[in-house]
């Protein structure tokens, strides 16, 4: 059974910086593909970036330039940076894993494996 735990939520000001981590363990990070999601309250839960398991990226057109997607398969760790960070950023967010999908995932939710999710808010 995969199991994701996401860290390094906090809350920040506006402009500053976070660096969020979702620990994998179940699965061999290099076999599945992920993907950040997140949840402000009161609005539907949205993509903000994926990495395939071949190493394509994507990110949505909001945190574009501002936010990365990396990982460290030895340490079966998903990272994201967040740069430049926005009241508008505030939000729970989640990552999210599958072994089947490719590709652009900001804008698919049927992601086989979810973590809890770790809560980020920027603020001035």
């Known amino acids: 059974q995969v199991q994701l735990v996401e860290s390094g939520g906090d809350s920040v000001r506006t402009g500053g910086s976070l660096r969020l981590s979702c620990g994998v363990s179940g699965a061999t990070l290099s076999r599945l593909s992920m993907a950040w999601f997140r949840q402000a309250p009161g609005k539907e839960r949205e993509g903000v970036a994926s990495m395939d398991k071949f190493g394509a990226t994507c990110y949505a057109d909001s945190v574009k330039g501002r936010f990365t997607i990396s990982k460290d398969n030895a340490g079966n760790t998903l990272y994201l940076q967040m740069n430049s960070l926005k009241a508008e950023d505030t939000a729970m967010y989640y990552c999210?894993?599958?072994?089947?999908?490719?590709?652009?995932?900001?804008?698919?939710?049927?992601?086989?494996?979810w973590g809890q999710g770790t809560q980020v808010t920027v603020s001035s």
């Open positions: 999210a894993a599958d072994f089947h999908l490719g590709g652009c995932m900001v804008t698919m939710t049927r992601l086989n494996y």
